[in-house]
């Protein structure tokens, strides 16, 4: 089983290697702020990214990527932004666990 110490590595590495986020809309990817990135209580790392689109438009992704710019982790969403001076935050949760198999 792992220890607390392998937990904290893995979540340091995560927390150290996303690299940034994009938001998509019609099919492009535009680049979004990472705002924190942080490990809670629990272990989960999260990331919050702020999109800010200053248009109105239909947000369809999300993604962060590392720092190598791969995707990390991507989610469909269907958020409609109405006004110019919208502004969307969006978080990615990481968390580890594992379980024994016999």
């Not at 490990?39 to 992704?61: L, Y």
Request: with cysteine; net charge negative.
């Amino acid at each position: 089983m792992l220890t607390t110490a392998a937990y904290t590595d893995l979540e340091n590495y995560v927390k150290a290697r996303i690299g940034s986020a994009e938001y998509e809309v019609n099919g492009v990817w535009y680049s979004a702020v990472i705002v924190e990135s942080v490990i809670m209580d629990d272990g989960t790392v999260r990331i919050k990214c702020q999109i800010s689109p200053n248009q109105v438009c239909t947000i369809t992704g999300v993604r962060v990527k590392n720092t190598d710019g791969q995707p990390w982790a991507t989610k469909e969403v269907n958020v409609e932004i109405e006004s110019a001076a919208t502004h969307l935050l969006q978080w990615f949760d990481f968390l580890f666990s594992e379980s024994e198999v016999n």
